[in-house]
């Protein structure tokens, strides 16, 4: 397919640039260990397991708070503490060392060098539910900005962060293209507000049956830049 006049770019965090699952494991046992030491008590009575099973069940009860990742977290934590007779206050100083080894990602070897070459011709924008922040990692000064669920008030495939990306950088749907994992939070989120959207599938993981082809599937950001390179773009004026 020729490829529009792009002006922006946005992409996913989590399994797009960097492998999601190690670096949660890794905050999350950092996160444990300071329980054991500061809120025993607690920590002795919940793993990691229902930990997380009390979180899901706070989003359940907290529909209007569920998108925001780091406040369930936050809420979750406070309450858990104060059930077990500890100062509340704990829990941001839990959190901020959850947030400092969240962000101590590894991006895969292909994203450093191709966000580099991108931000030197489109405005690139990180759109992510969760809580990472691109300018605590190795990736930092490459985003011109990074949208959460949190900043726009809801999760992707809610139109909201896409919306919020097109604003900022004052282009319309058909001058933007988004990159992500997730099929339908990703690909199909983006194509509802009338972006392009191309599939970043690392994991070599099927297409859904129900759902339209993305307008490019690649397993590296080197084939999207060779993409770019090879199709001829309209003037954007």
């Known amino acids: 397919m020729p490829a529009p006049s792009f002006r922006l770019i946005t992409l996913d965090l989590d399994d797009t640039v960097w492998p999601c699952v ?3 494991q890794a905050a999350e046992e950092v996160f ?20 997380r099973r009390h979180r899901r069940e706070l989003m359940d009860a907290m529909p209007e708070i569920a998108h925001d990742l780091g ?12 059930s077990f007779d500890y100062a509340v206050g704990l829990a941001e100083e839990a959190l901020a060392l959850f947030d400092e080894h969240r962000n101590r990602v590894e991006p895969f070897e292909d994203v450093a060098p191709v966000l580099r070459t991108l931000s030197a011709r489109y405005r690139l924008v990180s759109l992510t539910n969760g809580t990472a922040n691109p300018e605590a990692t190795p990736l930092r000064g490459l985003f011109e900005r990074s949208i959460t669920a949190a ?8 139109p909201a962060l896409f919306m919020r990306a097109l604003e ?13 994992d997730d099929p ?9 507000v009338g972006m392009t959207a191309v599939w970043v599938n690392r994991y070599g993981r099927s297409w859904p049956d129900d759902l339209a082809p ?3 599937t690649v397993t590296t950001l080197h084939q999207f830049l060779d993409w770019l390179d090879a199709e001829p773009q ?4």
């Not at 444990?32 to 930990?51: F, K, N, Q, Y």
């Not at 309209?234 to 004026?237: I, Q, V």
């Open 22 to 24: 190690p670096v949660i």
């Open 32 to 51: 444990h260990g300071w329980l054991h030491r500061h809120a025993p008590r607690l920590a002795e009575a919940h793993d990691l397991t229902s930990m």
């Open 71 to 82: 406040q369930i977290r936050r809420r979750s934590l406070a309450m858990l503490l104060e």
């Open 151 to 158: 900043d726009a008030g809801a999760a992707k495939p809610h």
């Open 168 to 180: 900022h950088a004052g282009c319309e749907p058909s001058q933007c293209l988004h990159l992500g």
């Open 184 to 192: 339908w939070m990703d690909v199909e989120g983006a194509r509802a």
């Open 214 to 216: 993305p307008a490019l």
């Open 234 to 237: 309209r003037d954007p004026r």
